[in-house]
């Protein structure tokens, strides 16, 4: 007994000395950064968390999910998005360079370097009048909410399905989950790049179909796009598909191809962009598309639209499209 307890020991002793010696300089503990009590988080090399970086500007930290963080004060917004590229905007301005914002645990990090670009682009904080002081005449005045300008679209998000439609489900999936959360994501991105854009439903509630295009036609959108998961027979079909009105094709058709070459960069394959007749594509008016993001009765696709990598990816290439889109 003594022997085992002594061979453990050992080993133990080996392992912290590998560790030491073998690269650990990669990781740093941050027992700052919010977690269970008794087990810091571990960041990576030159980051700090959000909240960290807000506290070096001066900024509060408004929100903070799986993905995003938004810091904040009376006149500026600066929001992170957690993805295998990452990009931080300041008032709804991308910054470069753009990468190393990542999620560890529940805390999104983001590189120390980026803090001298943040403040650089930061609005000043409009001081209070000095009492008995000759006022003095404004030429450009300082916006004072914290939310993006939203200067382009508007451009409705339809998450399909919901409520008591659950959509597809298999390999453990659920349609109407993924494709909300991918929604979310796709909304968040675009008002903070300064689009205006509404989702059909913001939680699991059902809308009728004749809803969810009649929104956009009340609002006058520019764009439309419903997000939804494929399934089919065949267990061996993959792919993303594209889908536009079939008697519009041609008003929706650069709308499509902007999305189709957004997509591919996921490294998902495409299925091509074809025509059809589903009723939130007929009863729009503006470019609208359909976007099935995979197959859920294939085990592979299945596994990468639970995935809450491809949900960043994806949303953020459909966010990209649809940014692409309304600006060129």
Request: contains cysteine; glycine residues 10%.
């Amino acid at each position: 007994m003594k022997k085992n307890g002594l061979w453990r020991l050992a080993m133990a002793a080996v392992f912290v000395m590998s560790a030491v010696l073998g690269g650990c300089d990669q990781v740093q503990v941050d027992a700052g950064a919010a977690g269970p009590i008794g087990s810091p988080t571990v960041r990576p090399q030159g980051t700090i968390s959000a909240a960290q970086m807000g506290a070096r500007l001066g900024l509060g930290l408004q929100k903070s999910s799986a993905h995003s963080a938004t810091l904040g004060n009376q006149v500026n917004t600066v929001m992170f998005f957690a993805d295998p590229g990452g990009v931080a905007y300041v008032n709804g301005v991308k910054i470069s360079p753009q990468g190393g914002i990542m999620r560890v645990g529940r805390v999104i990090y983001v590189p120390q370097s980026m803090e001298q670009q943040i403040r650089a682009s930061l609005r000043a904080i409009p001081r209070p009048p000095v009492r008995g002081a000759s006022p003095v005449r404004v030429v450009h005045a300082t916006p004072t909410s914290s939310e993006p300008v939203l200067k382009y679209g508007p451009v409705i998000v339809d998450p399909g399905h919901g409520g008591k439609d659950p959509g597809a489900g298999h390999n453990g999936c659920t349609e109407k989950t993924i494709v909300l959360e991918v929604a979310r994501m796709v909304t968040e991105m675009l008002r903070a790049s300064g689009v205006d854009a509404r989702m059909t439903r913001s939680d699991d509630t059902f809308v009728e179909l004749n809803d969810r295009a009649a929104k956009a036609r009340q609002v006058r959108a520019k764009l439309f796009i419903s997000i939804h998961c494929d399934a089919a027979a065949n267990r061996g079909a993959r792919g993303f598909t594209i889908y536009t009105p079939e008697t519009r094709r041609r008003q929706s058709s650069a709308f499509a191809a902007a999305i189709e070459k957004a997509m591919l960069g996921t490294n998902m394959s495409s299925r091509g962009v074809r025509g059809a007749d589903f009723r939130v594509l007929m009863r729009t008016t503006c470019p609208a598309v359909l976007l099935e993001l995979g197959y859920l009765t294939n085990r592979y696709d299945a596994r990468r639209l639970a995935s809450r990598s491809y949900q960043i990816a994806s949303a953020r290439a459909i966010a990209n499209a649809v940014t692409a889109h309304l600006t060129k």
